[in-house]
């Protein structure tokens, strides 16, 4: 297809040839400050940043794969969005990119959701010891075994099997929270100690929160739906209004592409969640009514949490 989107380019006056090549220019459309195409120079004065899209030698560019991509799924799959997730770094590419595909008429809607940097302890991009990034399977291997560590310090009574399962849990939670827990906009600075706490803002602390919840439910049941809330204490309240507020937290985390917006409010439930326990007993409430209100209030603030943990991929565990 590649040729044939340089041709179709070239033939509607979107792209024209330049020394030997096939670029998008300007159109002069937009302001200077907006137009991808253009760059502002010192003095106000602008110049060319073509959309290269063929080379003076015939080789086609990312820029063409990308354009024939997007024609592609519109043509044959309805396409209607796209999400390109990458780094910083490519966000000239993709607003070339997008004004290209606006020229040329595809009704399809794009969006690049760019994000920063994971830095080392010393600010600089993460590598190993030997200067070299750290593959994947390595970092999650690793996760594992720094939480396994944690497991079986704070709890070495469990047995190995369920140690491990729950290492796994704590451990790949740890990293995909820390990761979607920063505006993704920012740069952040890589820290095992920091994500594996279990205080703060850190899916080990939103874990052992959830567990918290199903250990007073073993203990007491189920609450009886049919029975009346009754929220006296202001953290009562205050947890309750949390919760409500989930509805409104999921569509402004996928309308703008902010997995960070979910990490606050689940963090902020976690956190009022042990304020209420600790102000407001719940196997030792004064009358079985607000025994049982309490209960349900903890079982929802756990279905609350597990679900907004799925959300971000994280799984949850019964016991830890």
Not at 51 to 71: E, V
Not at 108 to 129: A, S, Y
């Amino acid at each position: 297809m590649l040729a044939g989107v340089v041709s179709e380019l070239m033939q509607k006056g979107i792209a024209r040839e330049s020394e030997g090549a096939v670029a998008v220019f300007s159109d002069r459309s937009l302001p200077v400050k907006e137009d991808p195409f253009l760059v502002l120079e010192k003095g106000g004065d602008s110049k060319d940043a073509p959309f290269l899209i063929q080379k003076s030698d015939g080789a086609h560019l990312y820029g063409t794969t990308d354009l024939a991509t997007i024609k592609y799924r519109v043509e044959n799959f309805g396409v209607q969005r796209c999400l390109y997730v990458t780094d910083a770094r490519q966000q000239q590419h993709f607003n070339q990119l997008f004004a290209t595909v606006r020229r040329w008429g595809l009704k399809v809607e794009l969006e690049h959701v760019w994000f920063g940097t994971i830095l080392g302890p010393d600010k600089t991009p993460i590598k190993t010891r030997e200067g070299k990034p750290i593959k994947l399977k390595a970092l999650l291997d690793e996760a594992e075994q720094r939480a396994l560590a944690i497991i079986q310090e704070k709890r070495p009574e469990l047995p190995l099997e369920q140690q491990k399962e729950v290492a796994r849990v704590v451990g790949l939670g740890a990293l995909k929270y820390a990761d979607q827990a920063q505006n993704r906009n920012l740069d952040y600075v890589f820290d095992w100690d920091k994500m594996l706490a279990f205080d703060g803002n850190t899916a080990p602390y939103l874990i052992n929160a959830y567990v918290r919840t199903r250990s007073l439910l073993r203990k007491a049941g189920a609450a009886d739906p049919a029975l009346p809330l009754t929220l006296e204490h202001e953290v009562e309240l205050e947890l309750a209004r949390k919760l409500l507020a989930y509805g409104d937290v999921l569509p402004t985390v996928c309308q703008e592409y902010r997995p960070h917006l979910l990490c606050s409010y689940l963090y902020e439930t976690a956190a009022l969640f042990h304020r209420f326990f600790e102000h407001c007993p719940v196997l030792r409430a004064e009358t079985d009514g607000l025994k049982n209100s309490r209960l349900a209030l903890s079982q929802l603030c756990g279905d609350v949490l597990k679900s907004g943990l799925w959300h971000l991929g994280i799984e949850t565990v019964e016991e830890m």
